[in-house]
């Protein structure tokens, strides 16, 4: 995928460390739907390309080699890679759009000597935690709001934190994380053949996940029904906090007696989990603010892609998620860290089974008008700063 030099159309370079991580397929799918500007990607490593095909991805030499110490020593001394300046160059390269606030704040010397627009896309911790708060926040990305010529946010609440921080609102955009729906298979749900309830959670172990609230709060109304079924998909990554996390789950399902109406699949691939996701009636995700102030952003994309399966959703009033999960039309809406609430929703939706079919199309509608990738572009953005 993607397109050849020598169009007429202006070239946009998409910058982020990693092309790409699993999780991180949302950055594929904004890019993939541009229809007036050719998209090349640059970045320090790459990984995946047999998920996310494109052509042309542009990597620093290989790790350890001679070409990525200089690199990096120039960096150092100049503030831009000058592989990234020479691939800019050669590509004619009109505007740089980098994936989160980090890369955005590293690269803007290198947007500065190419003296073209530099676009940042916001997605989550970056605009949240600093050891100094929302000071320390300010003042790291002080230069990029100020010579930085866009800021895009997913959603309203990701914008208002933009602004607490130091982004100038004039040059804020919104644009919300898409998907294809055609490529995500829509399933009415009602009761199960076999008479089970499953519900489905899927997430890194994460702090900010809330995965610990979730499963407690399946368990205990499972230990009063015995249809329920939760499949759980994720693992922790070889972070410390990950792997206590990873403990904490496996010690409330062996707490309820539940080992064997719980299954832990590990990682999936996007594709393993929408064929997953038709054998389940409900999504649980209830996310919360990390101890260190990591916040989701806007809100996880995984909620737009079991939206279009069909499933409706439980969880919480953090950030963005209130724009997909709408409360008693797509899903329940849950305080933060409130394991009360999880269960009595968990026991509403076990109840009501017409309102489960009710809520997935709600849910797969909203999706397709206000989260369609192929429909909501960033052609109408880039448009104002390609003029």
Same mark, same amino acid.
């Given at each position: 995928?993607?397109?050849?030099?020598?169009?007429?159309?202006?070239?946009?370079?998409?910058?982020?460390?990693?092309?790409? *991580?699993?999780?991180? *397929?949302?950055?594929?799918?904004?890019?993939?739907?541009?229809?007036?500007?050719?998209?090349?990607?640059?970045?320090?490593?790459?990984?995946?390309?047999?998920?996310?095909?494109?052509?042309?991805?542009?990597?620093?030499?290989?790790?350890?080699?001679?070409?990525?110490?200089?690199?990096?020593?120039?960096?150092?001394?100049?503030?831009?890679?000058?592989?990234?300046?020479?691939?800019?160059?050669?590509?004619?390269? *009109?505007?740089?759009?980098?994936?989160?606030?980090?890369?955005?704040?590293? @690269?803007?010397?290198?947007?500065?000597?190419?003296?073209?627009?530099?676009?940042?896309?916001?997605?989550?911790?970056?605009?949240?935690?600093?050891?100094?708060?929302?000071?320390?926040?300010?003042?790291?990305?002080?230069?990029?709001?100020?010579?930085?010529?866009?800021?895009?946010?997913?959603?309203?609440?990701?914008?208002?934190?933009?602004?607490?921080?130091?982004?100038?609102?004039?040059?804020?955009?919104?644009?919300?994380?898409?998907?294809?729906?055609? $490529?995500?298979?829509?399933?009415?749900?009602?009761?199960?053949?076999?008479?089970?309830?499953?519900?489905?959670?899927?997430?890194?172990?994460?702090?900010?996940?809330?995965?610990?609230?979730?499963?407690?709060?399946?368990?205990?109304?499972?230990?009063?029904?015995?249809?329920?079924?939760?499949?759980?998909?994720?693992?922790?990554?070889?972070?410390?906090?990950?792997?206590?996390?990873?403990?904490?789950?496996?010690?409330?399902?062996?707490?309820?007696? @539940?080992?064997?109406?719980?299954?832990?699949?590990?990682?999936?691939?996007?594709?393993?989990?929408?064929?997953?996701?038709?054998?389940?009636?409900?999504?649980?995700?209830?996310?919360?603010?990390?101890?260190?102030?990591?916040? $989701?952003?806007?809100?996880?994309?995984?909620?737009?892609? @079991?939206?279009?399966?069909?499933?409706?959703?439980?969880?919480?009033?953090?950030?963005?998620?209130? $724009?997909?999960?709408?409360?008693?039309?797509?899903?329940?809406?849950?305080?933060?860290?409130?394991?009360?609430?999880?269960?009595?929703?968990?026991?509403?939706?076990?109840?009501?089974?017409?309102?489960?079919?009710?809520?997935?199309?709600?849910?797969?509608?909203?999706?397709?008008?206000?989260? *369609?990738?192929?429909?909501?572009?960033?052609?109408?953005?880039?448009?104002?700063?390609?003029?």
């Amino acid at each position: 995928m993607g397109s050849e030099v020598g169009t007429q159309r202006p070239t946009v370079a998409q910058i982020h460390d990693t092309y790409l *991580n699993l999780t991180e *397929n949302w950055i594929f799918h904004q890019v993939r739907f541009i229809r007036t500007a050719r998209s090349i990607f640059l970045a320090k490593w790459t990984a995946n390309l047999d998920q996310f095909p494109w052509d042309p991805v542009y990597a620093l030499p290989g790790r350890g080699t001679l070409g990525r110490q200089w690199n990096g020593a120039v960096r150092n001394l100049l503030g831009f890679y000058p592989y990234f300046r020479e691939v800019c160059r050669r590509e004619g390269v *009109n505007l740089i759009h980098t994936h989160s606030g980090s890369v955005g704040r590293r @690269m803007l010397p290198l947007a500065q000597t190419l003296k073209v627009p530099l676009l940042t896309s916001f997605y989550g911790w970056e605009m949240f935690v600093h050891p100094e708060g929302v000071a320390g926040l300010r003042r790291e990305y002080r230069r990029l709001f100020a010579f930085g010529a866009g800021f895009i946010a997913e959603g309203p609440a990701a914008a208002e934190q933009l602004v607490r921080i130091g982004c100038p609102a004039a040059k804020l955009e919104l644009h919300r994380l898409g998907v294809d729906p055609a $490529e995500i298979p829509f399933t009415e749900r009602g009761p199960g053949q076999d008479g089970s309830f499953r519900v489905l959670m899927a997430a890194r172990f994460d702090e900010k996940k809330g995965l610990p609230y979730g499963v407690e709060a399946v368990c205990r109304v499972a230990r009063e029904n015995g249809r329920i079924r939760l499949t759980v998909v994720g693992d922790a990554s070889s972070q410390p906090k990950e792997q206590k996390i990873r403990e904490k789950l496996h010690e409330l399902v062996e707490r309820f007696g @539940m080992s064997e109406r719980v299954q832990f699949t590990g990682f999936l691939s996007n594709p393993e989990l929408h064929a997953l996701a038709p054998a389940h009636h409900l999504f649980l995700h209830p996310s919360v603010r990390a101890e260190n102030g990591d916040s $989701e952003g806007g809100h996880p994309v995984v909620l737009t892609e @079991m939206a279009a399966t069909g499933l409706p959703i439980i969880a919480t009033r953090h950030c963005d998620i209130p $724009e997909i999960v709408i409360d008693g039309e797509t899903g329940w809406l849950c305080r933060e860290r409130s394991v009360d609430e999880l269960v009595a929703a968990l026991r509403n939706a076990v109840a009501s089974p017409s309102t489960l079919a009710e809520y997935g199309r709600r849910a797969r509608r909203l999706v397709e008008t206000k989260y *369609n990738a192929r429909v909501n572009t960033l052609d109408r953005i880039y448009q104002r700063f390609l003029q």
